[in-house]
């Protein structure tokens, strides 16, 4: 007989299977509602193989991602997690065991694959993200977490950079097109150029305080990391774009360069750019995801693209088509 925590794993399993699927729609990403029922499929055998025992709770952090972040107790290991994706996704696995290895304010792991998808088996730290409205404040000790982990040499293949984020970049700017928004003239040149240039490190990729865990000691530790390989100075600015948005990036990303000094500051600049790019149109991609009305001018959407023409040194193009 199945017990209750059986019966709650279904039913984590089911409800994030649907909002991952009402949240993408037969939009930009539809391919993630298939990617999240092979992450579905693959969670019993995982539990299995792992020899994991009652399912405790979701550790999902409230969003629709394609990936489960499953709670479990575990005879070898006491309380875990277990991460499981719908796509191939080593670079995770690779770069944050040696990141540990190597003292970086990171989660330990104890075991992973990548057959027929991803997966990462973790202890479970007890602590909680920090509140966006931290962000801001988080910034200094951010960047000096983010340095030690530029300067750990990894030696094993990576993704590049510009391979793991160009789909992204340009799924969102069609929305931000499709909504009348004009982009500056070049943007696609600036990322050629800029995504791949100077010094290339190991990256986190997705820096946001949702892929901080701040632990009962209070320490911050880093998760989730997307593991490319690329310039440093990007982390600087995805980190400063995301936190700051068009009204405080450039100051987040001179508070970061203090952390960091020996980034180029000028290359941290035009990455910053780029990703004043990207949250303009993760902007209107979220419209329609939601469901929401875009046909009035939405002024962060705005100063976002006209902040990157500026930084990128692109011309700058002002006028919402009509």
């Known amino acids: 007989m199945r017990g209750a925590a059986d019966i709650a794993l279904d039913k984590v399993i089911r409800q994030h299977i649907a909002a991952v699927e009402r949240r993408v729609g037969n939009g930009a990403y539809a391919k993630e509602a298939a990617e999240i029922r092979r992450a579905a499929a693959l969670v019993s055998t995982l539990r299995n193989r792992l020899g994991l025992t009652t399912f405790r709770r979701t550790l999902n952090p409230g969003s629709s991602k394609p990936q489960f972040l499953l709670a479990f107790e575990s005879p070898e290991h006491g309380n875990v997690a277990l991460k499981v994706y719908g796509r191939r996704r080593p670079d995770e696995a690779v770069v944050q065991r040696i990141w540990y290895q ?4 990171t989660i330990e792991v104890l075991a992973s694959g990548n057959d027929p998808t991803s997966w990462l088996l973790m202890p479970e730290i007890p602590g909680q993200p920090p509140e966006p409205s931290e962000a801001v404040r988080l910034t200094p000790q951010v960047g000096q977490l983010v340095a030690d982990s530029h300067h750990v040499s990894i030696n094993q293949a990576t993704r590049s950079l510009r ?8 799924a969102v700017l069609q929305a931000a097109v ?3 928004y004009m982009l500056p003239r070049g943007w696609e040149k600036a990322a050629n150029a800029y995504e791949s ?3 290339i ?3 986190h990729g997705d820096l946001t305080v949702k892929n901080l865990l701040r632990d009962r000691e209070g320490r911050l530790l880093m998760l989730d990391t997307c593991g490319y390989a690329g310039p440093p100075e990007f ?7 995301r936190a700051g948005g068009s009204h405080h990036a450039v100051a987040l990303l001179a ?8 980034l180029d500051s000028g290359h ?6 780029l990703e004043m790019l990207m949250e303009a149109g993760v902007r209107e991609i979220v419209k329609d995801e939601r469901h929401e009305s875009w046909s009035e001018r939405d002024e962060e959407t705005m100063r976002c693209i006209d902040l990157a023409a500026e930084l990128l040194a692109c011309p700058k193009v002002t006028r919402w088509r009509s």
């Open 268 to 273: 941290a600049q035009r990455l910053l750019g």
């Open 178 to 180: 499709a909504h009348r």
């Open 201 to 203: 490190v190991a990256l």
């Open 102 to 105: 190597a003292g970086v304010a």
């Open 197 to 199: 240039r100077g010094r």
């Open 163 to 170: 391979a793991g984020v160009v789909h992204h970049l340009h």
């Open 255 to 262: 508070i970061w360069l203090q952390a960091e000094p020996d």
């Open 235 to 241: 982390d600087a600015a995805r980190w400063s774009a």
